[in-house]
């Protein structure tokens, strides 16, 4: 058993590693390695502060500065600040300088005496070749040669009070752009429009049933029949010159055994109309289709309406008139 265990306690360390951090030494199967010192740890001396780090950070891109010309000198991990300080005196003080970017070689707006400090958005212009930035990017913003030229080669444009140029061409394409918003708006609209909508649909044919006025009589709920009736005012009483062209609506339901004679007597009857469909030589009140499911024209008088249900439903739209 002891040999056994010995040989077990053997392939276990030739396995893991021993933390390096003096006195310490614990054995670990996943040892941290720390990437400045590359020493291997174990997890309660991973951190720098911990196992006292002999990484000197100072030597990292460090700029000593030259004794003779007083400038910089750039000196990375891999070299050795004296050799780079020598090279640098031997080559006459011009080798390893770290010299800031002086303000003429930062890219910056090509337009004179523009203020915008953000070079990280400028445009190239197509005509020039020069980069400016967003509010100097069109070529009449910037005074372009290439418009300047073609306007000394037309004859000049006219100036304003402010003595530039008028911005045609920029007009011109904000002026084509807003066009183009305003047309896609209104094919917004008629779509909108045109799009069928459900729940609007039975939202109004609730509210229609909820008004719609009774006859005289009572009728059942299930033989009612709605119907959507349109008339001029000028056949209710009391209704002025002005008004007698004007057209009136209401929702009725009716029962369904009634013929379409019956229901002009009922419409006459609950919105005062006078009725002389009795006599002879006066005029007849008739109804009329309205177009829907292609019923046009006057409806027979002596049908009733279950029997038109294929061709008038309950809720279409009807006419009330004199025929003419």
């Known amino acids: 058993r002891n040999g056994a265990h010995q040989s077990e306690l053997m392939f276990a360390a030739d396995r893991g590693q021993h933390c390096e951090q003096p006195g310490c030494r614990q054995l670990d199967f996943l040892p941290f390695r720390c990437d400045k010192c590359h020493r291997n740890l174990c997890s309660d001396h991973r951190a ?9 950070r100072t030597a990292v891109n460090s700029l000593p500065k030259c004794p003779l010309c007083n400038k910089y000198v750039r000196v ?41 400090k953000k070079t990280y958005a400028l445009i190239d212009c197509k005509k020039c070749k020069q980069k400016y930035c967003i509010k100097h990017r069109f070529p009449e ?4 040669e290439t418009v300047r030229s073609t306007n000394n080669g037309s004859g000049g444009k006219k100036k304003n009070k402010s003595g530039n140029t008028n911005n045609s061409s920029k007009q011109a394409w904000l002026a084509k752009l807003a066009a183009s918003r305003e047309q896609r708006k209104a094919a917004a609209k008629e779509k909108a429009k045109s799009k069928p909508n459900k729940l609007l649909d039975k939202v109004r044919a609730q509210r229609a049933r909820m008004g719609a006025l009774a006859p005289s009589k009572s009728v059942p709920e299930a033989k009612r029949f709605r119907l959507h009736v349109t008339y001029p005012r000028s056949l209710t009483h009391g209704a002025s010159a002005k008004n007698k062209g004007r057209m009136e609506a209401v929702d009725m339901y009716f029962s369904r055994d009634w013929t379409i004679g019956r229901v002009i007597d009922e419409l006459c009857t609950v919105l005062e109309i006078d009725n002389n469909n009795h006599l002879a030589n006066a005029k007849k009140l008739c109804i009329f ?17 279950d029997l038109m249900d294929g061709q008038l439903r309950s809720g279409d739209e009807v006419v009330l008139r004199h025929d003419d």
């Open 48 to 56: 720098e502060s911990a196992h006292s780090c002999t990484f000197d």
């Open 76 to 116: 990375t991990v891999k070299d050795d600040a004296n050799d780079v300080m020598d090279a640098h005196i031997s080559s006459g003080c011009k080798l390893h300088l770290a010299e800031a970017p002086s303000a003429a070689s930062l890219k910056r707006c090509a337009k004179p005496r523009c203020k915008n």
């Open 141 to 144: 913003d910037h005074d372009c």
């Open 289 to 305: 289709g309205s177009g829907q499911r292609g019923l046009i024209g006057r409806l027979p008088v002596d049908i009733t309406l």
